[in-house]
Each structure stands twice: as structure tokens, then as C-alpha cells.
């Protein structure tokens, strides 16, 4: 097995009311430093609540953001400016909102053709028959090539801004809530569909979700995220069936499920990210919390075989 | 561009500035060849003479040269030079707007302080400097109004732009490769053309206004050059004397610029695209009603909803919403409504109380009854007054029922005393009260908070205070929890339900989450195309769905703990509602659809367990 994609230490501070001379007036740890390493042919999957920093974490991957610190391997390759033409080739990203990632006055063709052109210098009939052969991949006709995107479903939509990442013949591919905006009887179709197109250009996913229904039925691998940080990783069938974590734990209570009664009202917000707890980020809300909770932030360690957590007093298995 | 004329002239006064405008630019280009007088003729003898005297249709000015011929090359003048100020300043700006909007940093803030600081200097006074520095002269009257018009356009432009810079596809255009030039011109520029039209259109009669200042001043076109100011200007001294040497230009800057600001609000409205979707006309305080007579009521109930049909009528098209929707609830129950989008939820959560907009929307049939009191077609006073004190609605966006300027708590308070009449001290009580009701801790000192200052969690907590501030016996919940996190779903789900509890609330949920529906509901009502195709209990529902729709849409929701998989789909589409197909809705994308599915509309059937279909699951 070779690694496809690797973070040491990636971190990313944001600078809040910045002034023309000067420091900012503060400044937010969106990603504290997380390291990760996803395989190839792998599917990572990347759940937590929104302003926990995962579309920060993903932005950074594909070089659309330049990381405070830490660096960024893919196959072995450090990528370290960030570019995101050179990114372009290697690593792509598939938006949350299929809509809004499409200009509104270019037709679908005129959007997929420029990858090809630019990342790989297609022309007249290759370049034809290559969008040719992307359309089918993704089960799009070809007559939709040459209309606008409002004229497309949410699910379509989708289906086109697939294709025009994997036009740029990346090696993995980040994708962002990719079928959050879609409805239920359309997002299997997408799902199935990005589990084809992985077997067939053997790609690796990094798959980012609140949905922990669906992040589980797609990974491989689960990294949990609390507060920019990776709080618990482990394989797929364990990380919500067996929780080490107390906030993974919370979560998995939370998700609604025919026939379990309403649980997991626990109260407690995020903590102020201006003004973030010394300690464990979770510890205000957290039942097993302890004074190392609030002193020492926690590591994330192994507690076993290949599942980490980053707690003080992890829950038994 | 016809759908564009076609709107433009829909607006009479946009039309009437667009011929009057017309007319004198047609003249102003033909000015050379019409056989007129030359207009720098002098001939003293003939100083003054009135209009309509032979030979001078206008009259002459005070040395004797033709108003007529001078007003014809004078509006040319004044009309290039206004147009090509706009276009200057507009181009500028705009350039301007879009490298600060779309670099941001450093480059936007060093730019912006430089724009806001030409944006403090009184206008005509910054204009005056700027032509004193470079000294008098047309030209140089046209760059001082360009460029104290500049700093406009740039605001403009700007904000535009940072909002199309944070769009998803200019990062998809990093991601395919285009560089910073490419992505300026190809996905940036296209994008704020039409508001840079429109600011144009807006601005460029006060430009043409402005020039003409500046000549009247004596600043801008030089003698014997006649433009519309300069000829204003030399008649100042003989308006008491020869008055019609002043109004002749007067009257024409103000068509010109009366017809110039007509037919750019004209082109604004044309191209705004809230007031292209036929929203011109305001909207109606309660939904249109157009129906023959209303049903007879189908049983009791609370709430009853008898074939209630809501539709959109856009141009020629006619959407059908809502078709033939019965729902019943009773006191303290809690009705799941569940459906994909557009199938037409949130449309019959708004009919009940009047609440859809109008135009476009019509409720075509049915009958809505409150305690067996028909609310469709009732004034609005009446609906005003149940809103609220028997019915409250809680939105997907709390943003939405929160104005963004005012306390909570006041806002609170606000909504107890539309109902009541109690003092200010009472219902501040009240409100600090249900603040704590709804759980958010600290009431007291949160009261004092403005509606950003609270996360998603805690806005819609204040959301279901306000629904409860006047104690309704209905809440209407239309996806109270879809934008929110696991985490606090859960939280608000377990408040809503205590809350039914405590206080013997009906709720109609609407969700698409059936998750959801299975922990909070005691019956559920699956809607598809705009139609109820299955109703029951939902435990019942859920566990044996008679449906095919509801079978295969429970399968696709995938449940946490089953680990890696395959997920079911349905293939195909939602059908459009403006183009329903007779008979069923689902047989397109059902694998049990035969011909008799397609032929005629099909009953809602059976006692408790209701479905809509021939070969419904499980029935052999
Ligand atoms: N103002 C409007 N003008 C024209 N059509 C409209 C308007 N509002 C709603 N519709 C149409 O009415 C139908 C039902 O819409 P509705 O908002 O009730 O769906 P919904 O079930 O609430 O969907 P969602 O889950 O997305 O909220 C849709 O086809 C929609 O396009
Ligand atoms: S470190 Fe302490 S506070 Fe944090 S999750 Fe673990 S037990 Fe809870
Ligand atoms: S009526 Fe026919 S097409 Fe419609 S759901 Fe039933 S079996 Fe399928
Ligand atoms: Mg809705």
C-alpha cells in the first residue's frame, strides 16, 4: 500500500479585524496542527459540526487556502506553495453546493473544457472526445453539453461538477458535503455513482459530511472533528459503533433513528473560538470531564490496533 | 434581450424617457447634416431676437447667433461629454471595484481608504479643484467629473464583486487551472456587467447635469463653443431681458435628464433579477383565492385540511403545488409532513394561514378550518389576529422572522403586545420567561443580545420562544432543525417535544428527515408531487409503508451502524409540478407501474393507513 495523501502538522490561523498597519485585533485557530495519512484507493471520511474547520482542512488540501504551518504530501511529493494549478492535476474538489459551483453564463461545456485545455492541453477532436468520454462516466447526455447551469437538477448539477474534477485526471479527490444539498432519493444515486467512478480510475476520496449515516456507508476510515482539531480515527465500522471519544459518542446519539427515543439533549455550545478553553475543547460539555481535562489539552493517541483518540479518559470499548 | 425590451417597456414612464431620450439623440446625430445656421455666426444686429421670429426658429442670443442651431450642437456636445464621463468613470471604477473586491487584503483595504477619502469631499467642490489644477477646458471638465464619479462606481463594484469572489465556481476556476487574469475576464467580468449597466444608467444623467455645471461656471466648454452649461451661463445676465436665451437650454438638460433617469430606473428594474420573476406588482397581504365553493368538512378536528389546492400561475404556466391535500390534527398531536423538495410541503404549511405570496400564488380550491371555522378567503385582519395568538409558524431560517437590528427580548416583548395588553414591565417578564423555557441559559443577560450574536442552536431556540409568545394552541414547524448540527437537533427536538408535552401543543412538523418523523410524530403524511400519497400511524407507516415511493425512499436513507455499503436509489427525477402526468406521479420511476397507473388520478384509500395507489406493498 502507498500513501496518496499525507498532512504533517497542517494548521491554519485566521486573522480577524485586520488593520492597515499592525497585528490583527485577534486571531482564530480554525485547523489546529493535524497530521493524517490517507492510502491510496482509500476513503477517508471527515465528519463534525459546522465551524469545526473541516471545509478549512479541505481548502487547504487543494491548495485553495495557504496553511499557517505544516506540509502537504501527495504520492510522496511535498506541495508546498500553494497553487492551485499545481495542485490541479493531483487533487481535486467536488463542492457542497452544485449550483453555486457553476458560473451561471457559461454553458456545461465551456466549464468542463477548461481543465482539459489548461491542466492538460487538449484540443479539437481529443478534447471532444474526452468530454465525451467524462459525460458517460458520470451518466450525463450529451446534448446537456451545450445549456446553462440553472437549467439543471441539484442531483444533475452534481453530476457535472464530478465530471469536471475528475477532468483533470486527479489522483484523489476532496469531496465536500457533496450530496448535503441533495435530496434523499438523489443522493444514493450520486453516492453509488462516486463508488463507481473510484473502482474504475482507482482514485482515492477524502469524503467530508455531517451526515454520519453517510459518511459510514462510504469509508473506509473515519476521522472525527471537534473544534479544528481530529479528535477520534479508526475504521469505519467502529468509530460509531464503538465510540471512544465522549464527543463521537455524542454524536452518534444524536443522529435521529427510526425507534431510539430523542436522546443525546445534552446542552452546551461550541466554545468561543476567540476565546478557546485551555484544556480539552470539549471538556464544557462533556460528562467524564476532569481537572487535566481543563488543564491539559489531550493527544491523540492509539488505543487500539488503528483506532485513535484524543482524551483523557476514553470510554471502554 | 426581447424578454428585456418586453420588461423595459413594461414600465411606462422607462418607455417614455427611452423615446423622449431617443428623439434628441437622434437629433444630436443628425445636428451636421440638418440645415441650420452655423452656430458660432455672430450677427449683432439681430441680438435677442424672441422665438419664432423669421429665419431663427429660437430666437438669438446676445450676439446674435441662432438658439436653435446653438441648443442642437450644444446638446451634442453635452450629450458626448456625459456619455463618455459615464464611461470613463464607469470602466475605471469598475476596473477599480473589481481588483479590490476580488484580491481583498491589502490590496482591497489601500484601495478602499483611498476611494472612501475621494468619497469624503463634497462632490462639486472636489470637482472644482481638479479642473482648477488643470485648468479650464472641456476635457479637463470631463475628467473632474469622471473622476469624482470614479470613487461610486467603485463601492459599487466592489461589493458585487467580493460576493461573486466567494462563489464556489472562481475556486473551481483555480482548481481547473486559470490564473488570476483568466479568471478576472472570463468568470468575474461576465458576472457584473449588469451591474455595471445599471449603475451607468443610473448616474449618467446627474454626469451630463455636472459637465453643464462646470461650463456654466465657465469651467468647461470655452467660448464660442456652445454646450448646454455655457450657453445657460452666457444667458444669465439678459434672464430678466430675453428669458427665453436661458430656458431654451434649461428646458432641455432637464428632458435630457429627466428622460435619461426614467430609462435607467427602467433598465434597473428590467435587470434586477427579483423583479424579473413577475414580483412587480406588490405583493397582496393574503394569498388570492379563487374557488368555486368550500368542501364540506370531512370530521373534526383542531386543524382540518380538506382538498386544499394551491397553485403557482407564472405567465402561461400553472403549477399545481398543492392538490387535494385533507390533513387533520387534534389538540397535543404532533403530524409529520414528509416529502422531497419541491413536493410541496412548505406550501400547504403557508395556505393555512394565508401566507403564500401573491402573485404568483392562488389557492384554487379546498377549505382550511380552525375549530371548524373556514379560513380561506377571511380578511386579513381576521387571519392577523389568529397568527400568532392561535397559530405560530417556526422557519428552517430564524434569520428570516428576526429582525437583525432589534434586542431579542424586544422583539419578544414586541410580539407579546400585538396580542396583549400588558405594560412593557409584564411582558419583559414574559419574555425573559420563555427565553428560559426554550432553554437558553443566562435569559436575562441574552435578552440584551442582537440576533447574530447567537449561534444557529440558539437563534432557533429564540425562533420557537417567539412562536410560543402568545401561547398558540397550533405550531406550524416547516424544517426547524435542517440547517442545524446533529448535536443540537437533537436539543431542539427534545425541546419541541417536552414543550407539546407541557403545554398540549399541536404540532405539524415538516421534515424530510424520517428519522426525525420516527421520533417525534405520532402520525405521518408522505407527500409527493404535490399530492398525499400515504398516511398513517408512523410507527405503522415506517415499519410496513404500503407505498412504493415510501418503501423505496425509507431504503434509501441509510441508518447508522450498518457500515459500508451500496445505498438504494430511486432512479429519475421528482416529476415538475407544472407538468404533472395523468394518473399517478410516481409511475414514471415505479418498478410495479402498469397501464391502468397511467390512465386516471388514483384515491387516496383506506381507514387509518390511507394510501394512494393501485398495487400498494404488501396487499397480494
Ligand atoms: N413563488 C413561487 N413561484 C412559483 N412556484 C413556486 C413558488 N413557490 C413554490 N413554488 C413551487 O411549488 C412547488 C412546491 O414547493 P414547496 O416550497 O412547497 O416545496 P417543499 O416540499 O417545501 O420543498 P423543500 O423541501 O425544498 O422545502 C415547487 O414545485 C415549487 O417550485
Ligand atoms: S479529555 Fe476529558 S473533557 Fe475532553 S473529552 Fe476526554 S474526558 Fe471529556
Ligand atoms: S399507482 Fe402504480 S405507478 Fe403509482 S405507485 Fe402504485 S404501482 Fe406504482
Ligand atoms: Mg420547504
Redesign the interface.
Same mark, same amino acid.
Given at each position: 500500500m502507498t500513501i496518496a495523501l499525507k498532512a504533517t502538522d497542517l494548521a491554519k490561523t485566521f486573522d480577524i479585524g485586520?488593520r492597515?498597519i499592525g497585528p490583527p485585533r485577534a486571531q482564530v485557530h480554525a485547523v489546529h496542527p493535524v497530521s493524517f495519512e490517507v492510502q491510496t484507493g482509500e476513503t477517508l471520511g471527515v465528519v463534525g459540526?459546522?465551524g469545526c474547520g473541516k471545509s478549512t482542512l479541505a481548502?487547504m488540501l487543494?491548495?485553495?487556502l495557504p496553511p499557517t504551518s505544516g506540509s502537504i504530501e501527495i504520492e510522496g511529493r511535498a506541495l508546498d506553495r500553494a497553487d492551485?494549478?499545481a495542485?490541479?492535476r493531483l487533487i481535486?474538489?467536488v463542492?457542497?453546493?452544485p449550483v453555486?459551483?457553476?458560473?451561471?453564463?457559461?454553458t456545461i461545456r465551456q466549464i468542463i473544457e477548461?481543465?482539459l485545455r489548461?491542466?492538460h492541453g487538449l484540443r479539437g477532436k481529443a478534447l471532444d472526445d474526452r468530454i465525451a468520454e467524462l459525460f458517460d462516466a458520470v451518466n450525463l447526455r450529451p446534448e446537456f453539453l451545450s445549456r446553462y447551469p440553472h437549467e439543471f437538477?441539484?442531483?444533475q448539477a452534481q453530476r457535472i461538477?464530478i465530471a469536471?474534477?475528475l477532468?483533470?485526471s486527479p489522483r484523489i479527490v476532496i469531496l465536500d458535503e457533496p450530496v448535503s444539498a441533495l435530496?434523499?432519493?438523489?443522493?444514493?444515486?450520486v453516492?453509488?455513482l462516486l463508488?463507481d467512478l473510484k473502482a474504475e480510475f482507482n482514485l482515492t476520496y477524502l469524503f467530508i459530511s455531517?451526515?454520519?449515516?453517510?459518511v459510514?456507508?462510504?469509508?473506509?476510515r473515519i476521522a472525527v472533528l471537534y473544534f479544528g482539531s481530529i479528535v477520534e480515527t479508526g475504521p469505519?465500522?467502529k468509530v460509531?459503533?464503538a465510540p471512544r471519544h465522549p464527543y463521537t459518542s455524542?454524536?452518534?446519539?444524536?443522529?435521529?433513528?427510526?425507534?431510539?427515543?430523542?436522546?443525546?439533549?445534552?446542552?452546551g455550545?461550541?466554545p468561543d473560538p476567540l476565546n478557546p478553553p485551555p484544556g480539552c475543547a470539549f471538556a464544557g460539555r462533556c460528562p467524564r470531564a476532569s481537572d487535566v481535562c481543563r488543564a491539559k489539552v489531550p493527544e491523540l493517541r492509539a488505543v487500539e490496533g488503528d483506532q485513535f483518540v484524543a482524551c483523557h479518559h476514553p470510554l471502554d470499548p | 434581450m426581447s424578454l428585456f425590451l418586453r420588461l423595459l417597456f413594461r414600465n411606462k414612464l422607462a418607455g417614455f424617457g427611452a423615446v423622449v431620450l431617443g428623439v434628441i439623440v437622434l437629433l444630436a446625430l443628425l445636428t451636421p447634416i440638418l440645415p441650420l445656421h452655423l452656430p458660432n455666426e455672430t450677427n449683432t444686429a439681430n441680438r435677442f431676437l424672441r422665438p419664432m421670429s423669421e429665419g431663427h426658429l429660437l430666437g438669438t442670443d446676445h450676439l446674435g447667433r441662432d438658439l436653435l442651431s446653438r441648443l442642437m450642437w450644444g446638446t451634442r456636445l453635452s450629450l458626448a461629454v456625459g456619455f463618455a464621463a459615464a464611461l470613463v468613470a464607469g470602466l475605471l471604477g469598475a476596473a477599480i471595484g473589481v481588483m479590490a473586491g476580488y484580491f481583498g487584503?491589502r490590496t482591497d483595504?489601500?484601495t478602499m481608504?483611498g476611494v472612501d477619502m475621494l468619497m469624503a469631499f463634497p462632490y462639486i467642490l472636489l470637482a472644482l479643484a481638479i479642473v482648477a489644477v488643470l485648468g479650464p477646458g472641456l476635457l479637463n471638465a470631463l475628467i473632474a467629473v469622471a473622476v469624482v464619479n470614479i470613487p461610486f462606481f467603485a463601492r459599487n463594484i466592489r461589493g458585487v464583486t467580493v460576493g461573486i469572489a466567494h462563489?464556489?465556481?472562481i475556486? $473551481?476556476?483555480?482548481? $481547473?487551472?486559470?490564473?488570476h487574469t483568466r479568471i478576472l475576464l472570463?468568470?468575474v467580468v461576465?458576472?457584473i456587467v449588469p451591474v455595471v449597466v445599471i449603475a451607468m444608467s443610473t448616474t449618467i444623467g446627474w454626469m451630463i447635469l455636472e459637465t453643464a455645471g462646470l461650463s456654466f461656471l465657465g469651467l468647461g466648454s470655452q467660448p464660442p463653443q456652445a454646450d448646454l452649461g455655457s450657453m445657460l451661463g452666457e444667458a444669465r445676465s439678459a434672464l430678466i431681458t430675453a428669458p427665453h436665451t436661458s430656458i431654451v437650454p434649461g428646458v432641455m438638460i432637464l428632458l435630457i435628464v429627466m428622460s435619461v433617469n426614467l430609462l435607467g430606473d427602467g433598465i434597473r428594474d428590467a435587470l434586477d433579477p427579483r423583479l424579473r420573476s413577475g414580483a412587480l406588482a406588490r405583493p397582496m397581504a393574503t394569498t388570492r383565492v379563487e374557488r368555486a365553493e368550500a368542501p364540506a368538512p370531512k370530521g373534526e378536528g383542531l386543524l382540518r385540511i380538506d382538498d386544499l389546492e394551491t397553485q403557482f400561475h407564472v405567465g402561461s404556466r400553472i403549477y399545481k403545488a398543492v392538490n387535494k391535500v385533507s390533513l387533520d390534527l387534534k389538540p397535543g398531536e404532533c403530524l409529520g409532513l414528509i416529502g422531497?423538495?419541491g413536493s410541496g410541503k412548505s406550501v400547504t404549511a403557508l395556505s393555512v394561514m394565508g401566507l403564500v405570496a401573491s402573485p404568483p400564488g392562488v389557492i384554487t380550491g379546498g377549505a382550511v378550518r380552525l375549530e371548524g371555522r373556514d379560513l380561506i378567503g377571511a380578511p386579513y385582519e381576521v387571519l392577523r389576529s389568529l397568527r400568532g395568538r392561535k397559530v405560530a409558524y417556526i422557519f428552517q431560517d430564524p434569520l428570516s422572522t428576526l429582525h437583525p437590528l432589534y434586542h431579542i427580548g424586544d422583539q419578544l416583548i414586541e410580539a407579546i403586545r400585538v396580542h396583549e395588553h400588558v405594560t412593557h414591565a409584564q411582558a419583559h417578564e414574559r419574555a425573559v420567561k420563555l427565553l428560559e423555557d426554550v432553554?437558553i441559559?443566562n435569559a436575562g443577560a441574552r435578552a440584551k443580545a442582537y440576533p447574530h450574536e447567537l449561534?444557529?442552536?440558539?437563534r432557533q431556540r429564540v425562533g420557537i420562544a417567539m412562536a410560543l409568545a402568545n401561547d398558540p394552541d397550533i405550531i406550524i414547524a416547516d424544517e426547524p432543525t435542517t440547517a442545524l448540527?446533529?448535536?443540537?437537533?437533537?436539543?431542539i427536538?427534545?425541546?419541541l417535544?417536552d414543550l407539546r408535552r407541557d403545554r398540549g401543543l399541536a404540532i405539524l412538523f415538516i421534515t424530510?428527515?424520517?428519522?426525525?418523523v420516527?421520533?417525534?410524530c405520532d402520525r405521518v403524511a408522505v407527500m409527493y408531487g404535490g399530492r398525499i400519497v400515504e398516511a398513517g400511524d408512523t410507527a405503522e407507516v415506517?415499519a410496513a409503508p404500503a407505498h412504493p415511493y415510501t418503501k423505496?425512499?425509507i431504503a434509501?436513507?441509510?441508518?447508522?451502524?450498518?457500515?459500508?455499503?451500496?445505498?438504494?436509489?430511486?432512479?429519475g427525477?421528482?416529476p415538475a409540478v407544472d407538468d404533472l402526468p395523468a394518473g399517478c406521479a410516481f409511475a414514471p420511476r415505479c418498478d410495479k407501474a402498469q397501464t391502468a397507473c397511467r390512465a386516471d388520478e388514483i384515491d387516496l384509500t383506506g381507514d387509518t393507513h390511507k394510501v394512494r395507489c393501485l398495487y400498494p406493498e404488501g396487499a397480494s
Open positions: 485586520k492597515l459540526e459546522s481548502r487543494v491548495g485553495l492551485p494549478a495542485f490541479g481535486q474538489y463542492f457542497q453546493d453555486s459551483s457553476l458560473n451561471p453564463r457559461k477548461v481543465p489548461l491542466l437538477s441539484g442531483g461538477g469536471r474534477a477532468a483533470a435530496d434523499v432519493s438523489v443522493q444514493a444515486q453516492l453509488n463508488a455531517h451526515d454520519l449515516a453517510v459510514e456507508a462510504v469509508s473506509d469505519a465500522e460509531f459503533a455524542l454524536l452518534a446519539d444524536s443522529a435521529p433513528v427510526v425507534g431510539r427515543p430523542l436522546g443525546g439533549a445534552q446542552s455550545e461550541l | 487584503g483595504n489601500v481608504r462563489r464556489e465556481f475556486d $473551481a476556476a483555480k482548481l $481547473a487551472g486559470m490564473g472570463t468568470e461576465p458576472n422531497e423538495s432553554r441559559p449561534s444557529g442552536g440558539m448540527d446533529v448535536t443540537v437537533q437533537a436539543q427536538l427534545a425541546l417535544s424530510h428527515d424520517f428519522g426525525v420516527g421520533q417525534l415506517l423505496r425512499l434509501c436513507v441509510p441508518e447508522l451502524g450498518g457500515g459500508r455499503r451500496e445505498l438504494a436509489a430511486i432512479p427525477l421528482p
